[in-house]
């Protein structure tokens, strides 16, 4: 089964922590031969650093050690004297990298990274804030898992990832959809072809020394219109159609959430018989 058919099951939608292992090294390994990806980060980089990465003082130590990790996990090597900053680290790997550490009430808050390619949020915003504050925004999900996510962050094993997978819906193919950037996104009328599924590939790491954990997301976009007559494509459809209207309107996919399975027209694609 592909990653895509475990993502989009033939049920309705809802909210899950589905949960798999992995190892730091290939979470975390550089995968684009072309370079392209560590182009365009760098170049966010350069062009306003304090918007893509910031950190904390209560995130220092956290961070160090993540970049200390780095030549254990034979990932990348921070020059000395360069790690005390994320960008750093940030123009080394493809994948963006968060940290977060417990304040004094046991609140796991987000301390700093560098982040190139959000999902329209914001580092600067978000910086210092809890989990449950930065969730908050979400539909439903504080309720639904909070709890669940505040005792898997407790628990994490050493020199292990926990991988998790979410997805939306984007009108462009960009990498970086910085709010600021004011970017488009998906309305009627639905062309398959410009509209693209973002993925993210989400991992977990546990930083024994300093107590904190790393967040790291890695971006990967599927162009709709390559998902017609698929199983990925028909539960992407069904997850549409039963998605709540608050969710999809958090997902900023409201106008088109019963255009794009119809213009999908999975039925006429089934082979007889199913």
Request: glycine share 10%.
């Given at each position: 089964?592909?990653?895509?058919?475990?993502?989009?099951?033939?049920?309705?939608?809802?909210?899950?922590?589905?949960?798999?292992?992995g190892s730091p090294s290939e979470f975390l390994r550089n995968r684009d031969a072309t370079g392209s990806v560590l182009a365009?980060?760098?170049?966010?980089?350069?062009?306003?650093?304090?918007?893509?990465?910031?950190?904390?003082?209560?995130?220092?130590?956290?961070?160090?050690?993540?970049?200390?990790?780095?030549?254990?996990?034979?990932?990348?090597?921070?020059?000395?004297?360069?790690?005390?900053?994320?960008?750093?680290?940030?123009?080394?790997?493809?994948?963006?990298?968060?940290?977060?550490?417990?304040?004094?009430?046991?609140?796991?808050?987000?301390?700093?990274?560098?982040?190139?390619?959000?999902?329209?949020?914001?580092?600067?915003?978000?910086?210092?804030?809890?989990?449950?504050?930065?969730?908050?925004?979400?539909?439903?999900?504080?309720?639904?898992?909070?709890?669940?996510?505040?005792?898997?962050?407790?628990?994490?094993?050493?020199?292990?990832?926990?991988?998790?997978?979410?997805?939306?819906?984007?009108?462009?193919?960009?990498?970086?959809?910085?709010?600021?950037?004011?970017?488009?996104?998906?309305?009627?009328?639905?062309?398959?072809?410009?509209?693209?599924?973002?993925?993210?590939?989400?991992?977990l790491i546990a930083l024994p020394r300093s107590g904190g954990v790393m967040f790291g997301i890695r971006i990967s976009l599927?162009?709709?219109?390559?998902?017609?007559?698929?199983?990925?494509?028909?539960?992407?459809?069904?997850?549409?159609?039963?998605?709540?209207?608050?969710?999809?309107?958090?997902?900023?996919?409201?106008?088109?959430?019963?255009?794009?399975?119809?213009?999908?027209?999975?039925?006429?694609?089934?082979?007889?018989?199913?």
């Amino acid at each position: 089964m592909s990653e895509l058919e475990r993502l989009f099951p033939d049920e309705d939608f809802r909210l899950h922590l589905t949960l798999r292992r992995g190892s730091p090294s290939e979470f975390l390994r550089n995968r684009d031969a072309t370079g392209s990806v560590l182009a365009e980060r760098r170049k966010w980089l350069d062009s306003d650093r304090g918007r893509y990465a910031a950190l904390e003082p209560a995130g220092e130590e956290a961070w160090r050690e993540l970049s200390d990790r780095m030549a254990e996990w034979g990932v990348a090597t921070v020059p000395s004297g360069d790690g005390a900053h994320p960008a750093a680290l940030g123009r080394l790997l493809e994948p963006d990298l968060l940290v977060l550490t417990r304040d004094t009430a046991g609140i796991w808050r987000l301390r700093g990274g560098a982040l190139c390619f959000p999902t329209s949020w914001s580092l600067e915003e978000k910086l210092g804030r809890g989990l449950e504050e930065i969730h908050g925004p979400v539909p439903g999900l504080n309720a639904a898992l909070g709890p669940s996510i505040h005792q898997v962050l407790g628990r994490l094993p050493s020199e292990t990832t926990i991988e998790r997978w979410n997805w939306g819906l984007a009108a462009t193919d960009e990498l970086n959809l910085h709010p600021v950037r004011g970017l488009p996104v998906p309305v009627p009328p639905v062309t398959l072809a410009g509209l693209w599924l973002r993925l993210e590939h989400q991992a977990l790491i546990a930083l024994p020394r300093s107590g904190g954990v790393m967040f790291g997301i890695r971006i990967s976009l599927q162009r709709l219109d390559g998902l017609v007559g698929t199983a990925a494509g028909r539960g992407l459809a069904r997850a549409l159609r039963s998605m709540p209207l608050a969710m999809a309107e958090y997902k900023r996919v409201e106008t088109v959430r019963l255009e794009v399975p119809a213009a999908l027209d999975l039925s006429r694609t089934e082979p007889c018989g199913e």
